[in-house]
Structure formats: C-alpha cells, structure tokens
C-alpha cells in the first residue's frame, strides 16, 4: 500500500495505543470461545451468527450516530464489502458449522493456518514483505497451536466436512483481513467496522427464521452469551482490531492473533474449571513466545531512518527489515 493516512507509529510512545487495542482484541476474541460453548448449545450455526451480528451492528451503529461519522468515503466500500461478506458472514457462520463437526482442538490447528495465509496475503498484495522476524515468530506460534490443538483433541471428533469446513473460515478470514486494510486507508475504524458489521448481517439474513424460532426455546444464559458476542468480541474487538491493523501492518496483526489458543486455554481453567494439561500449557507458552518475536524489530535494522519507524516502513514497502 502506497499514499496511505493512517502512517505508523514513528517512535514507541506512538505505538502504545495499536498495541493495546491489539491487546483488547485478543482478549476479547479469546473470551468469545468460552461463550459460544454456552450459546452454541441452543443456537445453530447460522443463527448464532445473525444474532451475534444484530447485536454488534446495534451497538455499532449507536456509536456511529453519537460519534456523527456518517458513510464512509466511496473509495472504502469494496474493501468493506470484500471484509462484511467473508469475515463477518462466510467465517462465522462457517466457524460455527466447522465446530460442530470436529473436536476443538482440530478446529483451532486449522483455524490457525490464517494468520500465515494473511501474511502471505499481505506480501503478494499489499506489498508488506515478510520480515524475517514476523517468518519465525509465526513458525513458532504455529508449532504452539498445533501442541495446543493436539492436546485438546478428542477421539473420533473430527470429520472430512468439519476439517474442510475450519479451512473455508481461516481462508475467509484470512481474505477479509487483507482486503479490510486498504479501506482503513479512506475510513476511520469504527466506520470500516460498523459497515462490515451490517455487510456481515445481511448476508446472514437467511437463518432469520432459524433465530426467531430457536431464541423462543432457547435459555437465557445462552442467549446473553449471544448478546455479548456481540457487543464485546465483534462490536469492541473488530473496532480495536481495525484501529490496530490502520496502523502495523497485516501479516503482523495476524501474527498476533497466535496469543488467542493461550488465553482461551487460561480462561477455560478459570472460568471453566477445565485444568490444562501439561502438554497443553506448553503449546501456549510456545504461542506467546511466537507473538513476541513476531512483533520484535531488530535494534539494527534501521540506522539512519528512525529506528522503529524506520524497519516498519521497509516491511510496508516489501524490503528486508534486516
């Protein structure tokens, strides 16, 4: 990308408010696993996935109007549209559907092809380059997901459908980031969020009859689970994301999302009462560890053109950071 508004951070200071909005969102993201356990038990995939972006396009467009953004510039919206559709439609809608056919553990080793596929994205088409730095920590997190993934499968509960099913969600996910980044050029995050969120919800409308059906049988814990969904992980969360990714870049957003297998597995021992195990923890650790490489710069990288600053620049222009 090239003629971009929204520049990177030129000092640490700067980068402090990306960093904690990437934070928020892999917390938040990270806490969505646990409710839709609750909610996905009364709710089918599709209408999880409605409800969940009802909920957020309300909460988003409340903030719109209070905050008076209005539409976004006409140079955004194939990037919204391109994002709304796969990322908050295709990917949660499929995510939900893959999750019932194969076991959790399965699911999060092929949901987790998606932050390389966005780096590889993000070099071919948005011409970020692939740090040496961003390759490792990557290779690194990968290897933790797939220890995490293997200690938390199941015996025969994984399918043909479900595996090819969690590949369609990391490959939708993977497109929708990519494509979200060039509209960050032209429109602030909560508008880019906002109206993806609303692309999201009328490619959902179909399993409307399955929501109003299922949310008069359904309980109300399960429901509220739904509720939070969507104002926290996808109303927040896809807000503080977007704002993050308008100023790194998106190979190392991806990358970010590897602390997601770590935290779930923190918050299913204290919310759950679910003890990991030793093979477990290890996988996470092993995630978090691939995260701070990921997100390191060498000290060296870039004498004579500011630091920090300057080794992003040349990762954004495709040039080696070392």
């Known amino acids: 990308m090239t003629n971009e ?14 960093l904690a909005a990437a934070a928020v969102t892999v917390v938040l993201w990270a806490s969505a696993f646990v409710s839709i ?27 719109l109007l209070i905050r008076r953004e209005g539409l976004p510039p006409r140079a955004a919206w194939p990037g919204i549209a391109v994002s709304g559709l796969l990322w908050f439609g295709v990917y949660m809608v499929v995510l939900n559907w893959g999750e019932q056919q194969v076991d959790a553990g399965t699911a999060a080793m092929v949901v987790n092809i998606g932050p390389i596929l966005i780096a590889l994205l993000g070099a071919r088409l948005l011409g970020e380059g692939l740090p040496p730095r961003l390759v490792a920590g990557m290779a690194v997190s ?23 099913l969690c590949l369609v969600a990391a490959v939708g996910y993977a497109a929708g980031v990519v494509a979200q980044k060039p509209a960050l050029a032209h429109a602030s995050a ?9 692309v999201g919800t009328v490619a959902c409308l179909p399993f409307a009859g399955q929501l109003v059906g299922q949310a ?50 923190l918050m299913s021992w204290l919310a759950l009462d679910e003890v990991p195990a030793p093979l477990t923890l290890a996988g996470g650790a092993l995630c978090l560890a691939g995260v701070a490489v990921s997100r390191s710069r060498a000290r060296t990288a870039a004498a004579g053109t500011g630091g920090e600053a300057g080794a992003e620049a040349a990762s954004r222009r495709g040039e080696p950071s070392r």
């Open 142 to 164: 990968f290897a933790g997901a797939v220890v995490v993934g293997l200690s938390m499968s199941g015996e025969g509960g994984s399918s043909t459908l479900g595996v090819v």
């Open 5 to 18: 508004p929204n520049l990177l951070p030129h000092s640490p200071r700067a980068a402090w408010p990306a």
């Open 190 to 198: 909560l508008q880019v969020t906002t109206f993806g969120c609303l």
């Open 216 to 265: 008069s049988d359904a309980p109300l814990p399960a429901t509220l689970n739904m509720v939070y969904l969507g104002v926290f992980p996808t109303a927040l969360a896809f807000t503080t994301w977007a704002y993050a990714l308008a100023r790194t870049t998106a190979g190392r957003m991806g990358a970010t999302t590897y602390a997601v297998p770590a935290l779930v597995v």
């Open 37 to 63: 356990r609750s909610a996905g038990d009364a709710y089918s995939p599709g209408a999880l996935a409605l409800g969940r972006l009802l909920a957020g396009s309300l909460a988003l467009g409340c903030v």
